[in-house]
């Protein structure tokens, strides 16, 4: 079993009242550890669906996703949530802060689920929000930031377990050209620093920041290439 | 434990975030257990009103009547008389025996005459059984109950009414059944509601010796007799040896029916409270009732609360919360919204039962089940009616939360 994720045939359907919208139509793909890949297409080609699952968010229908060598499909729902506690790391496009919480708090929120101590996470918190150029802003809310700020905290969220996979869908959808760039460099900084990225997003100067091209159109890969 | 207590911060928090929400969810759970407590209080504090009135009565004190009292009356039973009084006298570990007989009088006055009135005569040893503390002069002594003096010892009321003018009554006469007395005595008033709608207090009794009883009424109304033990827990001893000394005075056979009955306050207050027990328990229920309704309001809220959070479930679930957790994070928020409902509730409860004790002659009871019982109640409320909506919320597929607008 080679590769860091390994995915054969899956395809994943939606119920809409009485019809199925076949999401996925049999995706084969393999990602090694520390690549970089975006994921591109137009909107509604299943980008979202295929990260949901990549992030073991979401379950497929059917087809075989291995997560270094583990048989996803077979996890409990609790084992699915530890999967993604240790393993990944979340960017939303919407970044999906909790509005009361302080960066600081926010960024706590899935070393509490891993369990850690109080002073532990703190120090951790602070440390990766650091990293991220946030020192300043640590108790501020998510209303108190700008759009970048806030995309650097789910950023500092998304590390602080230390997954080794960032999973981004359209990390820079709800910012500006310049903020955007700005994430970029922060992902190019982490997959530097050994990282797994898988980057959906559907503009290609983006894209162009990733080593591996895969492009979705209703639902199949239509292309897999290196930069 | 340690997740717990996050959890519980997490509660908190997202509480304080919605002040005036939890705030009305509150209020249902704090009107139920003020509710509950003021109700409960009250119970406790009516039935120590009531218990402290009939241990007047002696605690450690048995009545022999002709009847047990609550029992059944037509059954034929001889009369209690001087040969029930000799045998008694026999039992060695009672402390006093004292008979007693109960008739009904018109005292009169100077032209005032008050109708109905309860003479008692007994011996001297009367007032050392039921402690009838003496305003003014002396109750009898024993030479004076053997040598039959026509003297008296009467209830306050009794005094207000004959000596309207507050004179000193020691040695003046007063009429009873149209034969003259000297008043010796008068008792300090004792009555409040409920002992002048019973026949507890001595207010309007008048106490004359046995023999001058006996002699003015006749012997038709029998004795009763009081019968006391050193201490409360020689209560039952004495009474059972009174009852082999009254059955072989009369000559029961084994197996017999008692033909006389062995009463004390006890007795009457176990009465009471079996004939009021479902009056309390249907006051009770109707608090209980309150809280029920205020545990619909907080799921509501809760319910509301859910829907309106689903996204942050969303999140929750992708950073790694269990269902567990999102479970009872929400369940402790119900907890805590009725935990605090329910302490500021008890506050109050006891605040207003405070208040009624104040201005009635209810007894003021900090009742520790009331306590108790707000408690278990508000946490099965919370419990009940917050698992549905955090068990919704544990539920949700975390994709479905996270696209939730
Ligand atoms: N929860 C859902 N219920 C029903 N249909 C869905 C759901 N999620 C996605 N879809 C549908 O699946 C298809 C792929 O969606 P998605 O993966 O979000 O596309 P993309 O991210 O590429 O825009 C779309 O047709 C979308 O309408
Ligand atoms: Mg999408």
Not at chain 1, 49 to 60: E, F, H, Q, R, S
Not at chain 1, 171 to 193: A, F, H, V
Not at chain 2, 61 to 90: H, S, T
Request: charged share 20%.
């Amino acid at each position: 079993m080679s590769g860091l994720i390994k995915l054969a045939g899956v395809t994943k359907d939606y119920k809409l009242g009485k019809t199925l919208v076949p999401a996925l139509r049999g995706i084969d793909l393999t990602i090694d550890k520390a690549e970089y890949i975006s994921i591109m297409g137009p909107s509604g080609s299943g980008k979202s669906t295929m990260l949901n699952i990549l992030g073991m968010l979401d379950t497929p229908t059917s087809g075989s996703y291995f997560f270094r060598g583990t048989d996803v499909t077979e996890l409990s729902d609790s084992q699915l949530a530890t999967a993604r506690n240790r393993e990944v790391g979340f960017v939303f496009q919407t970044f999906n802060l909790l509005p009361r919480a302080t960066a600081l708090g926010n960024v706590e929120l899935p070393l509490i689920y891993s369990g850690a101590g109080r002073k532990e996470r703190k120090e951790r918190a602070k440390q990766v929000l650091e990293m991220v150029g946030l020192a300043d802003r640590m108790n501020h809310r998510p209303n108190e930031l700008s759009g970048g700020q806030r995309q650097r905290v789910a950023m500092a969220r998304a590390l602080v377990t230390n997954p080794g996979i960032i999973l981004a869908d359209e990390p820079t959808g709800n910012l500006d050209s310049k903020t955007g760039e700005e994430i970029m460099s922060l992902l190019d900084e982490l997959w530097e620093k050994g990282n797994t990225i898988i980057l959906v997003t559907h503009e290609g100067f983006i894209a162009k920041h990733a080593k591996r091209r895969v492009e979705l159109l209703d639902g199949h890969i239509s292309l897999d290439t290196k930069v | 434990m340690y997740r717990f207590i996050e959890t519980f911060r997490s509660a908190v928090d997202s509480l304080r975030g919605h002040i005036l929400r939890t705030m009305l969810t509150m209020l249902g759970i704090m009107v139920g257990v003020t509710t509950i407590i003021v109700i409960v209080s009250v119970i406790a504090g009516l039935d120590g009103m009531v218990a402290k009135e009939f241990s007047r009565m002696g605690t450690r004190v048995l009545y022999i009547n002709r009847y047990q009292w609550g029992g059944e009356f037509f059954r034929r039973a001889p009369r209690i008389g001087q040969k029930e009084v000799e045998a008694l006298e026999r039992v060695g570990i009672a402390e006093y025996i004292v008979p007693y007989r109960e008739n009904w009088a018109t005292l009169s006055r100077g032209g005032t005459d008050i109708n109905g009135m309860q003479v008692i005569g007994t011996s001297e040893d009367y007032h050392f059984i039921r402690e009838i503390p003496l305003e003014l002069g002396r109750f009898f002594s024993r030479s004076e109950v053997d040598h039959g003096s026509r003297i008296c010892v009467i209830g306050h009321d009794i005094y207000e009414n004959l000596f309207p003018d507050g004179e000193d009554p020691v040695n003046e006469y007063i009429d009873i059944y149209q034969v003259p007395f000297r008043v010796i005595g008068v008792v300090e008033k004792q009555g409040n509601f409920i002992s002048n709608m019973s026949d507890l207090a001595a207010d309007y009794k008048v106490f004359i010796p046995l023999p001058v009883s006996t002699k003015m009424f006749g012997k038709w109304r029998g004795l009763n007799i009081m019968v006391s033990a050193p201490t409360e827990d020689m209560l039952e001893p004495v009474e059972d040896e009174c009852r082999m000394v009254l059955r072989a005075v009369r000559g029961l056979k084994p197996g017999a029916e008692d033909n006389f009955g062995i009463n004390s306050q006890d007795f009457i207050l176990k009465n009471f409270r079996d004939a009021t027990k479902y009056m309390w328990a249907a006051l009770v229920g109707i608090g209980a009732l309150s809280l029920l309704v205020g545990g619909i309001g907080v799921m509501n809220i809760m319910l509301i609360t859910v829907t309106e959070r689903t996204r942050e479930i969303g999140v929750r679930k992708a950073l790694g919360a269990k269902r567990l957790s999102i479970l009872l994070q929400f369940l402790l928020e119900a907890l805590i919204v009725c935990w605090i409902g329910g302490a500021i509730g008890a506050v109050l409860g006891f605040l207003v039962t405070g208040v009624i004790a104040a201005v009635s002659p209810l007894i003021f009871v900090f009742s520790g089940i009331a306590v108790g019982l707000g408690f278990a109640f508000t946490s099965i409320i919370g419990v009940f009616f917050g698992l549905y909506p955090a068990v919704k919320a544990a539920r949700k597929s975390p994709v479905e939360a996270l696209r939730y607008e």
